[in-house]
């Protein structure tokens, strides 16, 4: 009997959760406002630093329908303590993100920069049509 006892103790012990609590994140600041017109905005602020913000809006691009456009920034704390910073623009060309965080290519060699150039400014050429 003790042993059935003890077994069951053991069970038990071993289905708790093991490792570290979490505890939830507190929402510091939290705001948000939906128009009648289709435009809107939100932001919002976390106890672990993560800041947000966007607003958008309906734009004609002449097309049968409007196309949204939205521009907003975030910022979250990285593992090495520093702000990783993200501001954005999304509308019919796409998303376009901005940040320092963000790879850039590479310089363009100047030798293709020349021959660029040189084709920017040379006059254009007849077609040759066969």
């Not at 435009?39 to 809006?57: H, L, R, W």
């Amino acid at each position: 009997m003790k042993t059935i006892v003890f077994l069951g103790l053991l069970a038990v012990v071993c289905a708790a959760p093991q490792g570290p609590a979490t505890e939830p994140i507190p929402i510091i600041r939290q705001d948000s406002q939906v128009n009648p017109d289709g435009s809107y905005q939100y932001s919002y602020e976390t106890g672990n630093g993560i800041v947000a913000e966007e607003q958008g809006e309906l734009k004609n691009v002449g097309a049968e329908e409007p196309a949204i456009q939205v521009q907003g920034q975030f910022q979250y704390p990285s593992d090495d303590g520093s702000n990783i910073q993200l501001t954005y623009v999304a509308n019919e060309n796409g998303f376009q993100p901005q940040g320092a965080h963000l790879p850039t290519p590479p310089p363009i060699p100047a030798a293709i920069q020349r021959a660029l150039d040189f084709l920017a400014t040379a006059p254009p050429q007849a077609e040759n049509r066969n």
